[in-house]
């Protein structure tokens, strides 16, 4: 298995330890080092560096901290996705969050920036990983403008949005949170195999109250998605790993 999303580099002094388990249950993770709050990129990827060729990384800004509008800091983001651009395998997490974005100040923070890391992706061509919530539309509709390949990361929006959204080629990714996000179960259960990646985004998103999440638990998805399209467990196993290998281009 491989998880297509999560973010090791925010299990406090735990990295190495969490990144060695997950060597014995998964073939590889991707780590969406992201800007947000005291997580900078340049420490984060100091931090998994160790580790790149079992976790593979990509580079992007938080819409929750693009809400704030901080171009100094957007601009020191800028310049270290360009120094790594040959080493990440997408540009994100970018995106919008309106659940969280509420003023209209905020918003148009979040759009000004995801428009100038969208536009990064573009040059550098590179696929996004995204972050929609409350806002898939409109995120759906700049990525087409961009014609960039994308992943929606941890969709939790309308089926019928998600059924456009594949069928325009891009890919939405299915999280541990299954159980207890209804849309992500109603998605899982309306989208082909073949469109669909997993994810946990650690240490987020347990799909066990109380408890930290961690990557090996992707298996949990992929259990979870085989029981609700009857499929065999292996069956989902393998074609979302390669649906993985190849949206992100890995190789292993």
Known sequence: MIDAHCHIEMFKGRAGEVVEESRKHLQAVVDSITEYRKFHVWKSWELLEPYFGFVFPTLGYAPNEARRGNWEKVKRVEEFICEHADEIVAVGEIGLDFYYAKTEEERKNQREIFHHFL????????????HARD??????????RAGVKAYFHSYSGPADLALEIVENGHII???????FIPAVKKAAEVLPLESIIVETDAPYMSPYKGEKNYPWNVEYAVRRIAEIKGLEFEEVEKTTEKNTIQFFDLKL
């Open 135 to 144: 806002a898939e539309r409109e995120v759906f509709e700049a990525i087409q």
């Open 119 to 130: 536009n990064l992706a573009v040059e550098l061509d590179k696929p996004v990983v995204l």
């Open 173 to 179: 990714g299915i999280n541990t949170g299954i159980d």
